[in-house]
C-alpha cells in the first residue's frame, strides 16, 4: 500500500469502534487478524455478543463492552447486574481481555427529560458493586457515552459548562468517576477558536472540544477525571448535501489524525497529557438508518478492502458468500465527531 509511515501509530492513542449494523461484514472471528494489520489492540463495542468476545479471545487486545440503554432499569436491580456480568462478561475474562463495561450510551441528549435519566447512574452503580462482589472491580471498570449536547457552551472551551438542567444528574456520575477512578467517555461535535481568556490558540477543532469538557467538569469541582473520545472519524461517502464527506478527506483526516497520536500530543490546556481516542469505525455499516454518511465511516469495506489509503498493508479477508442471515439485530444511537472546518486535520 505504499508509504508505511503508519504502521504501528493505532497503539498509541487511538483505539477502534467495531460496530455491526450491517448484513455483509465478515464473522467476527476474521476480525482480530484485520485489527492486527493496523496493530490496533484497543477495541469497543456496543454489545456483549458471544460470538464476538469469543473472537476476540487470546488476542491480547483490549475490549470495551456496551451494554445498551434498554438494559438500564432491569441492571439497576443489584442481582440482575450481578447476573448479567456472570453471564456475559465473567465467562471470557480468562482469555478475553475485557477492561470496561461502557453502561448505556448517550442517555442524557435529549431536549426534554427521558425516563432513563434516573436509571442511567444507578445502573452505573450496581455494575460496579457486582465487580466489586465477584473480584472483578480492579479487571473491568465502568463508564458511559456522552452525547457533547450535555455541555450548554463549549466557546471558549476554557468556559465549558454542562447544562444547566443536566447537572442534577452529571454531578453525581462525575462523584462516581471519581470514586471508581474511571475514564469519561464524549462523543462531540468540535471547533475551531482561540481562546480570549487563556490565549491558547487551538489549530484543530476536536482539542477545544476536549479541553471545554474539562472545563465544565472543573466547574462542578472536579479535576482528577480523564476524559476519553469514545468515537470520531469521518465518512468517506454522504448525500448530495454532504459535500464533505469524500474518500480523499476521510482518508485525509484519520492520516492526520493518527499522526497527532503517535507524536503524543496533549491539548493546549494539558499539552503533556496524551489523549486517548477511539475511532468511529472499523467497517461500513449498510444497515444503519439516517443519511449515507452514516452508512460509510469505515476504514474497511466488509470485504476486508481499505477505503483509503492509510499507509498500511491490507490483510485480505477470506471470501464470503452472504446472506440475510448474517444481519443484526441490535441497535445503537451514536452522535459522531464530524470535524468538517477542522483545518489542520484536513491539510497535509
Known amino acids: 500500500m505504499g508509504d508505511q509511515s ?36 484497543r477495541v469497543k463495542v456496543y454489545d456483549s455478543d458471544p460470538e464476538v468476545l469469543q473472537a476476540f479471545a487470546g488476542t491480547d487486545i483490549e475490549l470495551i463492552v456496551g451494554l445498551g440503554n434498554d438494559y438500564l432499569q432491569r441492571i439497576s436491580d443489584p442481582q440482575q ?127 477545544a472540544q476536549i479541553d471545554a469538557v474539562y472545563s465544565a467538569i472543573k466547574a462542578l469541582g472536579h479535576t482528577d477525571i480523564e476524559v476519553k473520545i469514545s468515537e470520531t472519524g469521518w465518512p468517506s461517502t454522504g448525500d448530495e448535501n454532504e459535500a464533505g464527506a469524500t474518500v480523499q478527506n476521510a482518508g485525509m483526516y484519520n492520516r492526520n489524525l493518527m499522526q497527532r497520536m503517535q507524536q503524543g500530543q496533549g ?41 483509503y489509503n492509510l499507509g498500511v498493508q491490507s490483510y485480505a479477508l477470506p471470501r464470503i458468500e452472504y446472506s440475510s442471515s448474517h444481519k443484526n439485530v441490535f441497535s445503537i444511537c451514536s452522535l459522531f465527531i464530524w470535524l468538517c472546518g477542522s483545518y489542520s486535520l484536513l491539510k497535509r
Open 6 to 41: 503508519f504502521v504501528g501509530i493505532f497503539s498509541n492513542g487511538v483505539g477502534i469502534n467495531y460496530g455491526r449494523i450491517a448484513n455483509n461484514l465478515p464473522p467476527p472471528s476474521q476480525v482480530p487478524n484485520l485489527l492486527k494489520s493496523l496493530t490496533i489492540n
Open 81 to 207: 447486574a450481578q447476573t448479567w456480568i456472570q453471564q456475559n462478561i465473567q465467562p471470557y475474562l480468562s482469555r478475553t481481555k475485557i477492561t470496561c463495561i461502557n453502561v448505556g450510551n448517550e442517555v442524557l441528549k435529549e431536549d426534554s427529560k427521558s425516563a432513563l435519566y434516573e436509571y442511567l447512574l444507578p445502573a452505573m452503580k450496581t455494575m460496579h458493586a457486582a465487580l466489586v462482589n465477584l473480584g472483578l472491580n480492579e479487571q473491568v471498570c465502568i463508564t458511559t457515552a456522552h452525547s457533547f449536547k450535555i455541555l450548554a457552551s463549549s466557546s471558549p472551551p476554557s468556559q465549558g459548562v454542562f447544562r444547566e438542567d443536566m447537572v442534577r444528574y452529571i454531578n453525581p456520575i462525575l462523584e462516581f468517576h471519581t470514586q471508581v477512578e474511571s475514564p469519561f467517555f464524549i462523543n462531540a461535535y468540535p471547533l475551531r477558536i482561540v481562546d480570549p481568556n487563556t490565549n491558547l490558540k487551538y489549530d484543530n477543532m476536536l482539542y
Open 267 to 307: 491539548t493546549p490546556a494539558r499539552p503533556s497529557q496524551p489523549i486517548d481516542i477511539y475511532i468511529f469505525a472499523l467497517f461500513n455499516e449498510d444497515m444503519k438508518n439516517g443519511s449515507t454518511s452514516e452508512r460509510n465511516f469505515g476504514l474497511y469495506y466488509p470485504n476486508g478492502t481499505l477505503v
